[in-house]
């Protein structure tokens, strides 16, 4: 019987969506098998719902807010403690940070961003290049460190319940060096990764100013303005707004990328996207010929316009 | 390098290859160093006389800020600056520098590389919804479908 304990990523206690997707993965690992989870401080019940048997709650003063070096120390001492056979944590930023921390602690190999992990995590398909290219890869290792890669797969609800367990952890003073001291907020509400609706501009916007009417449309929409690396290179919006696999990676439910050619790099953080319409002057645009819809035509005539007629029916 | 010139205040990785993307190899360094590390920073502010350096992540909404102790290890992200194109006389100057190559033994077991597969292609039927400012009732149609509007 496979055992799996799966990293629950949260904010102060709101959980991460990726640790769902996270779980999903665990539960399509082994149908009929255990799968714990080790939360630190949050609630159980969503844990529970996607199929998560019993939540661990890591409950410590240094584990209050993140640290990446104190959350690895509680995943060390949990993986030490339970004796997984295989440990999984969402594919973010984050996830793959602690869990990283707590293979380099205990000296065991790490895979990070897989899609699929098959005969208990032996084999896995993981991502290359941000995504445009996959790998066929293996695993040996006692206990198996994975994780799932943010949006490849979705979470799906088993309407399970968990129990929720107290698991004391002992953390060394010194990982208070890496807890987050300060924040600062840059926006309330909804972000460019939560967007139902994104707006992205490319080079062919063409000057800082010229974003105006994409803001009006993202506003119309309560949704998002993002744009493309030749956008920030050119210091016509800062790189918080950068969609692509180095910038922020998009899920919305429709991402109108206008002015965007399309480089790979770019369509790998908007390929998550429900659906895609590019509005672009060249018809053999990459951004055109992969969306599900296009205009062709000038973005600063035609966004605009659809500003304008959902003001029409709005009134 | 640090056994004959002494421990470097402040190591930075990228946070990760553009290529295979494990995620981890600042961290194992940081962590055989013994040394903090945070990753996925953009912005750094070192103060060696309080022998710390203030470090900015870029999370969904805002900002985190993380203070750590000198010597220090960050994994840091594109947007961290904008690199400079180096000059001619640069790139003549650097042709002249020791690159210092070591050897390092892959241990063995652990992860390995089967094959690369290349994804499959995204069905590419684009439904084109029409041409210039005249699209804009089907785009709203279709913003209006998708539950957006």
Redesign the interface.
Known sequence: MTSILVLAEHDRGVLASATLEAVTAACSLVATSPCWSVAITTSPAELGDHGATTVYVADHELLADFGPEAWAQALALAIHEFEPDVVIAPGTSKGNEVMAGAAARLDLPFVANCTTIEDDAATMIRVQWGGSLLEEASLDADIKLVSIAHHSIEASVVGGEASSERFDVDLDGAVRRTIVVDREVAETGVTLATAPVVVGGGRGVGSPDAFAPLEALAAALGGRVGCSRAVTNNGWRPHADQVGQTGTRIAPEIYIASGISGAIQHWVGAMASKTILAINTDPEANMVTKADYAVIGDLHTVIPAITAEIERRRS | MEAADGPFDLILFG??S???????VG??VA??LGR?????I?GIAADPAAGTVRA??????????????LPAVL?V???LN?PRYPTMKGRLASKKVDVLVMEAEAVA???????????PD?A?T???????????????D??DE????
């Open positions: 946070n990760e553009a290529d295979s993307g494990g995620f981890q961290v194992r962590h055989a903090p590390i945070v990753n996925s953009k900015q992540r870029q999370v969904d909404g805002g900002v985190e800020v993380y203070e750590l102790p994994g992200k594109e947007g904008l077991g652990g992860q390995a590389m089967v094959r690369l597969i290349r994804p995204v590419s684009t439904v084109v919804l029409g041409h210039g400012p005249d699209a804009a009732p089907a785009v709203v279709l913003l998708l539950g957006v509007l």
